[in-house]
């Protein structure tokens, strides 16, 4: 089994930052991909940056140049560094990781999500 464990969330002004980080615990061989997802009110959960092993990147149109991603692979911990953020940010954010078990075989886990809350 493995855990992800998400830290700072919180309330912000637009134009703000704010720094989320989630760390990866358990049974764990190897991480593919990590990266954050976000699920806006009355919205879907959507995509909003990925990095891989390899610290290859990809990020929602709607936070490139404010948001940027990484990850520190010796503590299995992604990060996702959020600048001028904007109302819109408003939402409760997810970790997600692409892991490879003892076991070899490849799960996908979801951390317990953390509240952003950007006001006007």
């Known amino acids: 089994q493995v855990q992800l464990v998400e830290s700072g969330g919180g309330l912000v002004q637009a134009g703000g930052s704010l720094r989320l980080s989630c760390a990866a615990s358990g049974s764990i061989f190897s991480i593919n991909a990590m990266g954050w997802y976000r699920q806006r009110p009355g919205k879907q959960r959507e995509l909003v940056a990925t990095v891989t092993s390899g610290a290859s990147t990809n990020y929602a149109d709607s936070v490139k140049g404010r948001f940027t991603v990484s990850r520190d692979n010796a503590k299995n911990t992604v990060y996702l560094q959020m600048n001028s953020l904007k109302p819109e940010d408003t939402a409760v954010y997810y970790c997600?990781?692409?892991?490879?078990?003892?076991?070899?075989?490849?799960?996908?886990?979801w951390g317990q999500g953390t509240q952003v809350t950007v006001s006007s």
């Open positions: 997600h990781a692409d892991v490879t078990a003892l076991s070899q075989i490849r799960y996908n886990y």
